[in-house]
């Protein structure tokens, strides 16, 4: 049940230690689009959002005094973002050629999946995703 009516949307904001730097890799890495960048009077990027097919994903310069602390400051990441794609083998490559760890190689599961899972250059895990081979 949802209160209050029905959630239309939902998508996460990344902190990240070098937010310029993260626009570079997750367009380049996963061919997304960057649709706005918001930086304050110094520079500091504290919104971007960007596209990935029809997801959304935001964006923002970690700043410890608001609270935002990237996965490296807090000594990894609590969450793990699932991407579904056509091809996780080719996605889980195509980020470890531009910075990325892989975690755990993409193999067919048990549980009917093709998965993988990679660290990005900002600590973030990603479980890449599709179906089995």
Do not use: C
Not at 62 to 84: E, F, H, R
């Amino acid at each position: 049940m949802i209160i209050g009516g029905m959630i239309s949307e939902l998508h996460p904001k990344l902190l990240v230690s070098d937010a310029d730097a993260a626009i570079d890799f997750y367009t380049q890495a996963l061919g997304a689009k960057l649709n706005i960048r918001i930086a304050d009077d110094r520079g500091v990027v504290n919104h971007a959002e960007l596209t990935l097919g029809s997801a959304v994903l935001s964006l923002a310069q970690s700043i410890a005094a608001w609270g935002w602390d990237d996965p490296g400051s807090l000594g990894g990441s609590p969450v793990l973002i699932t991407v579904t794609v056509a091809d996780p083998d080719v996605t889980a490559d195509r980020m470890a050629q531009h910075g990325a760890e892989i975690v755990i190689p993409v193999e067919n599961r048990p549980y009917g999946k093709r998965q993988g899972r990679v660290k990005d250059p900002f600590g973030h895990l990603w479980v890449i995703s599709g179906e089995p081979r």
